[in-house]
Structures are given as structure tokens and as C-alpha cells.
């Protein structure tokens, strides 16, 4: 059996921070950030749980699935004023002791795929090199298990 894809360009994908609402706090949705010149997602990675006892069948370490970190959600953007001020707004928000940074996320995909989360801004940096643009980085840290939805 074999499997042929036609592939697709990561071209027109989006993230959307969508704001959320903690009991009374209400976090701001950040929006539809701009200028991103690549998304990328560091994978879901759980722990291994060592159950292995003495009288185990055999002398070959048994493992179960433990707790799972659903990663983070890393970007490349071209320096514009609005997208870093967008994103300066997100990260580290002031809020009530015990309230939460948490907004739900979109990453939308060209074929209307959706990949959704809630999570924080974790990282946000830029470099001005001489010969080149100027460009930033950033990355949400992903909370909770994520869904997503197969596009068409």
C-alpha cells in the first residue's frame, strides 16, 4: 500500500490569541498576530513510568505512559512596531494574585485545519543585525491537553 500527500505550504497559516476568561479576571485577547515568517510546534512529550518489578515475565524494563507536556508553540516575526507591541502586552501580564495568564490560541492552517490550545506567552526576543531585518522570536508554552480539527 502506498501513501502519495501533495504536501502543502505553511503559507497563510495564522495564531490568534483569543483572550480568556479566569473567574473574574477577563485576560484581553492579543488577536491575530502579524508578520510571523515561521510557526512552529516542539512536539508533545510524555514521561515513562518504570513499572518493572521482580517478578516480571521477563528481565525487560516495563514502562506505562506518565504525565504528558503538550510543548510550546514557537515563531519567527519580522520586526514590526504593532506585532512586538501586540505581543509586549502579552507577556507577563499584570493581574490579581493567583489569577491566571492562560488565553486559548489558534493556530489555523491553509486548509482550514485548526490546532487549539490554552497557553501563555513564555519568550519574546528580537536581534537588529546590521545587513539584515530585524527579527524576533517568541513562544507560547502550551497548558492542558490541545485539540485539534482536520480541515478539508
Avoid at 512536539?43 to 516495563?62: A, L
Amino acid at each position: 500500500m502506498s501513501y502519495s500527500s501533495p504536501g502543502m505550504s505553511g503559507w497563510r497559516t495564522t495564531l490568534e490569541g483569543k483572550g480568556s476568561s479566569e473567574g473574574e479576571e477577563v485576560v484581553a485577547a492579543t488577536g491575530l498576530v502579524g508578520h510571523i515568517r515561521r510557526i512552529g510546534m516542539s512536539g508533545m512529550d510524555s514521561d515513562d513510568i518504570d513499572v518493572t518489578t521482580m517478578s516480571s515475565e521477563n528481565p525487560f524494563r516495563e514502562f506505562v505512559t506518565g504525565l504528558t507536556d503538550a510543548g510550546e508553540i514557537e515563531m519567527d516575526i519580522v520586526y514590526e512596531a504593532d506585532t512586538f507591541d501586540q505581543l509586549f502586552g502579552a507577556i507577563g501580564r499584570d493581574h490579581a494574585v493567583g489569577a491566571s495568564d492562560l488565553e486559548d490560541w489558534d493556530v489555523t492552517f491553509p486548509d482550514g485545519s485548526v490546532f487549539s490550545c490554552r497557553g501563555y506567552l513564555r519568550n519574546l526576543g528580537v536581534e537588529s543585525p546590521m545587513d539584515e531585518a530585524i527579527e524576533g522570536t517568541a513562544a507560547l508554552k502550551i497548558s492542558g491537553k490541545p485539540s485539534f480539527t482536520a480541515g478539508s
